[in-house]
């Protein structure tokens, strides 16, 4: 079969794209821009045209569209005149499982999806179980980075923001968190959004919850807590190599827990993936080899550089709620405590930063210093008042030093670059990309006789 992705360079997507790849089908997509991913492919062999036009067709057999994707694109609207099928990616991954007919572990919630997912994966791994993975990031270990063939179950992250994604039926499912991000896609009705959540625990075999989510810990058939739950925690210390945890089941010590990502989040998220394989009755030995083994997913607190003379850290980070924005800050401030905290933030949204009404202003005074850039639209039209500059004004209002830039390549001009300092280029947009400008520009005037530090205000 031939099949066309529009939007194949998105992390689901091409995903999906590689799995088809792989099991023999014709595959070819395009992409509104350049990613990573576009380029991985086409190593592959994979045609990919960039950027979308009607004349980017191989008279595909089915065609597959990202939500992002509107329905005006003009693939999409040569497809309907020609009457070629047309399926959502989530509509289309869920006929893939079917196809399979394969065990499957699903992750879902709105914080810490990728890298639970992520840890689930590597523990089958581990114990040799053979599984076909689909990761919302790159993880090193997967040979495809997002993408794995097996011979054993399934793994994948499920995104909760289409309401679709109850009509999955996993066997065995761990619900991070619910905490309504995607709500203007449930018509803005928190009820009809805990609907979902409990439409799909009616579909799994086993439910894994975090027991002090106020939505969704009802669900689970066992959960995971802070200080409530069936597996909570005892203790824990960190330090900047590692950080290790008593973990207690049913109000007993049980076990520790050992990992070398750092932050409290990554305790939770192992967490819920050893109450997972323990009420699967695996033996937990080998699960927490695995996960003191795990080194996370890219874009999760992942160290792009370092310059050990000047003490210089660049982190790039995904987050772009405010729950992960503050768990992140957290975490750099325990990781990092000697070092200033810059954050650049790319807000990601206009809908997000609308409904957050302050919040990610809260999140991020826990930096020493905030750069905020304008919103990432994420092909969202643009919303009359809404813009990054309200979490700049926030910031200032909370007597917080802050900088405000409308285009990334100003970015530049106003990051105050200084000694024993951590940047921490944050969002879910393409802020990535000033995070390599920013390290090549600073490896460039390093090497300048002319480089001096200091502050630009």
């Known amino acids: 079969m031939k099949i066309h992705f529009v939007g194949i360079g998105g992390i689901g997507m091409s995903a999906v794209a590689l799995h088809e790849f792989l099991n023999g089908n014709d595959v070819y997509g395009s992409n509104i821009e350049e990613t990573e991913r576009t380029a991985y492919l086409r190593k592959l062999g994979i045609p990919i045209f960039v950027p979308h036009s009607a004349d980017n067709w191989y008279d595909p057999d089915l065609v597959v569209k990202t939500p992002a994707v509107r329905d005006d694109n003009p693939e999409i609207v040569r497809a309907r005149m020609e009457g070629v099928p047309l399926e959502n990616r989530l509509h289309y991954f869920r006929d893939i499982l079917k196809r399979e007919k394969k065990e499957e572990f699903a992750v879902t919630g709105t914080d810490g999806k990728t890298t639970t997912t992520a840890m689930v994966a590597h523990v089958l791994k581990h114990l040799r179980k053979s599984p076909t993975v689909f990761l919302g990031g790159i993880m090193d270990s997967l040979e495809h980075g997002n993408y794995e063939k097996g011979n054993g179950p399934i793994v994948y992250e499920l995104d909760e923001s289409e309401e679709f994604f109850s009509e999955f039926s996993p066997n065995y499912l761990i619900i991070t968190n619910a905490r309504g991000d995607h709500l203007e896609n449930y018509g803005n009705s928190l009820s009809r959004y805990r609907s979902a959540f409990e439409k799909i625990g009616k579909n799994a075999d086993l439910i894994v919850t975090f027991a002090e989510d106020e939505l969704t810990s009802h669900l689970g058939d066992v959960t995971f807590g802070v200080k409530k739950g069936t597996y909570t925690l005892e203790m824990r210390s960190a330090s900047r190599a590692e950080q290790k945890a008593v973990v207690e089941k049913n109000g007993k010590r049980y076990l520790e827990l050992k990992l070398k990502v750092p932050g409290f989040h990554n305790v939770l998220n192992a967490l819920a993936v050893i109450a997972l394989f323990d009420s699967l009755g695996y033996d ?25 003379e000047t003490n210089i850290y660049v982190i790039d980070d995904y987050a772009h709620t405010p729950d992960e924005i503050r768990n992140l800050l957290q975490t750099a401030k325990e990781v990092f405590e000697n070092e200033k905290i810059v954050v650049i933030f790319q807000p990601h949204r206009y809908t997000r930063l609308e409904r957050e009404d302050g919040n990610f202003a809260k999140a991020l005074q826990l930096a020493d210093e905030v750069v905020v850039t304008e919103v990432y639209d994420a092909f969202e039209e643009r919303k009359n008042g809404i813009s990054g500059k309200m979490i700049w004004d926030s910031l200032r209002s909370l007597g917080k030093e802050a900088y405000f830039v409308e285009k990334l390549p100003e970015l530049e001009k106003v990051i105050p670059v200084s000694e024993n300092t951590v940047f921490l280029f944050v969002g879910a947009g393409d802020i990535i990309h000033s995070s390599r400008r920013f390290v090549e520009r600073y490896q460039s005037s390093k090497s300048s006789p002319s480089r001096v530090l200091g502050s630009n205000k």
Not at 286 to 300: K, N, S, T
């Open 284 to 308: 937990l030995a080998p699960v927490l080899e695995a996960l003191e083994e795990f080194r996370g997913v890219h874009r999760r607190f992942s160290i792009a550089f370092h310059d050990p």
